[in-house]
């Protein structure tokens, strides 16, 4: 009898070892969710910090020498300027994940500011076929940003396109930011100004929705950023 309670009190010790481990495990599994939103919310910052000072001060000069020769397509610079600030702001304090549509709301804002800036040499081409899935919010805007700054701008009056399109599989959600612009040579991506902050785009895809990124460029033909995310545990 006393060899059964021992065999007892031994079982029951070593239960309340593993259950003590089991809430540690899961307290510091808590924290590592907690410090991921932190290092989320920090790179969103240095993206922003990143991509906002040249398009700002470029769009502040456009609508100030605008506006003495076309007041009207000044207004609809301003509207769209201020719709883009506003909802980057919006996404800076969203939560880890957004729905599309609000980003494609911001993407739409800054195109239009840059249409009207860059005129002819920038066409925009869209093709939205599926908007209903979850985004870490200021991913897929750098890459049309950066197709803007980096592929058709440096084309000078010859400009080019900027293409953006969704669709959906069975598996995934997918979304490309296509240009003709001036392309790079492979390997030359993390030389580039902002690529801290595409290198934190890659890191929140793939840990905050278990999606992956895949950049191709030519020089001279241009770049294609595709970007898909797995429709699984929405």
Same mark, same amino acid.
């Given at each position: *009898?006393?060899?059964?309670?021992?065999?007892?009190?031994?079982?029951?010790?070593?239960?309340?070892?593993?259950?003590?481990?089991?809430?540690?495990?899961?307290?510091?599994?808590?924290? @590592?969710?907690?410090?991921?939103?932190?290092?989320?919310? =920090?790179?969103?910052?240095? *993206?922003?910090?990143?991509?906002?000072?040249?398009?700002?001060?470029?769009?502040?000069?456009?609508?100030?020498?605008? @506006?003495?020769?076309?007041?009207?397509?000044?207004?609809? *610079?301003?509207? $769209?300027?201020?719709?883009?600030?506003?909802?980057?702001?919006?996404?800076?304090?969203?939560?880890?994940?957004?729905?599309?549509?609000?980003?494609?709301?911001?993407?739409?804002?800054?195109?239009?500011?840059?249409?009207?800036?860059?005129?002819?040499?920038?066409?925009?081409?869209?093709?939205?076929?599926?908007?209903?899935? *979850?985004?870490?919010?200021?991913?897929?805007?750098?890459?049309?940003?950066?197709?803007?700054?980096?592929?058709?701008?440096?084309?000078?009056?010859?400009?080019?396109?900027?293409?953006?399109?969704?669709?959906?599989?069975?598996?995934?959600?997918?979304?490309?930011?296509?240009?003709?612009?001036?392309?790079?040579?492979?390997?030359?991506?993390?030389?580039?100004?902002?690529?801290?902050?595409?290198?934190?785009?890659?890191?929140?895809?793939?840990?905050?929705?278990?999606?992956? @990124?895949?950049?191709?460029?030519?020089?001279? $033909?241009?770049?294609?950023? =595709?970007?898909?995310?797995?429709?699984?545990?929405?």
């Amino acid at each position: *009898m006393e060899a059964k309670e021992k065999d007892f009190h031994t079982l029951q010790a070593a239960y309340d070892d593993i259950e003590a481990k089991r809430k540690q495990i899961a307290a510091m599994d808590q924290k @590592i969710r907690q410090l991921e939103v932190q290092v989320h919310t =920090t790179y969103i910052h240095c *993206m922003q910090s990143q991509i906002q000072p040249h398009f700002l001060y470029n769009t502040l000069s456009s609508i100030r020498t605008v @506006i003495k020769i076309d007041p009207d397509r000044a207004y609809d *610079m301003l509207y $769209d300027f201020t719709a883009y600030l506003r909802g980057s702001l919006k996404l800076l304090s969203a939560e880890s994940r957004i729905k599309f549509d609000e980003e494609l709301k911001n993407i739409q804002a800054y195109l239009n500011v840059e249409k009207i800036r860059l005129g002819k040499r920038l066409d925009i081409r869209m093709d939205i076929q599926d908007s209903n899935f *979850m985004i870490p919010p200021l991913t897929i805007q750098p890459l049309v940003e950066n197709a803007v700054k980096h592929g058709v701008f440096p084309k000078g009056k010859q400009g080019g396109y900027v293409a953006v399109k969704t669709w959906q599989t069975d598996e995934y959600h997918w979304i490309s930011v296509a240009d003709n612009g001036v392309g790079f040579a492979a390997g030359e991506i993390g030389k580039k100004s902002d690529a801290v902050g595409l290198v934190n785009l890659l890191y929140r895809i793939e840990h905050l929705v278990n999606g992956k @990124i895949e950049i191709e460029s030519t020089i001279g $033909d241009g770049t294609l950023a =595709t970007v898909k995310i797995p429709k699984e545990g929405e």
